[in-house]
């Protein structure tokens, strides 16, 4: 199993997870006509965490946590577009890249992906720095997710 990710959305996302660090990014990697490109998310999990510490006891330097209506919106309009949900990603700051039973947890609903094609992309940060980066994908078999190969792609790539 492959999951090709094109040059620019490679840089994009390292680009956002440094500039998140020392908190985690998430956001999605999008295919559509013919070029492959990165919406970010918001991560809400410092408001959450801020507002009730008790339900959300992980701050967002170890958890992500995406507005579920800006998601939806995204959701929405990848279907309207005709477009396909390639990844999400999301970082470790100062973890490394693998992929944790919060993951697996935020992924799945009773045990299933909600979105079981999509593949999941970790980014691991040291000090700020990318460390590593692992590419994950839904193994209806085993009910888990595992490694896959992660191949960078250089054409296709779209300039917005
Ligand atoms: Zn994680």
Redesign the pocket.
């Known amino acids: 199993m492959t999951c090709v990710i094109h040059k620019n959305c490679l840089d994009e996302i390292f680009r956002h997870a440094q500039e998140a660090y020392p908190e ?1 990014c998430c956001g999605i990697i999008i295919d559509g006509s013919g070029c492959q490109f990165v919406r970010r998310f918001q991560n809400i999990q410092n408001l959450l965490h801020e507002e009730d510490p008790l339900r959300y006891p992980f701050s967002a330097s170890i958890a ?1 946590t995406v507005d579920r209506a800006e998601a939806e919106r995204a959701f929405t309009s990848i279907k309207e577009n005709g477009q396909i949900l390639t990844a999400f990603y ?1 970082s ?1 700051p100062d973890h490394p890249a693998l ?2 039973e ?2 697996k947890a935020a992924q799945t609903v009773f045990g299933e992906p909600e979105f079981p094609n999509t593949a999941q992309i ?1 980014i691991a940060l040291c000090g700020g720095a990318i460390s590593g980066i692992k590419c994950f994908k839904w193994q209806p078999m085993t009910k888990e997710f595992s490694e896959c190969r992660l191949k960078v792609g250089v054409i296709g790539d779209c300039k917005s």
Do not use: G
């Open positions: 985690e992500y999301h470790h992929f944790s919060e993951d970790v």
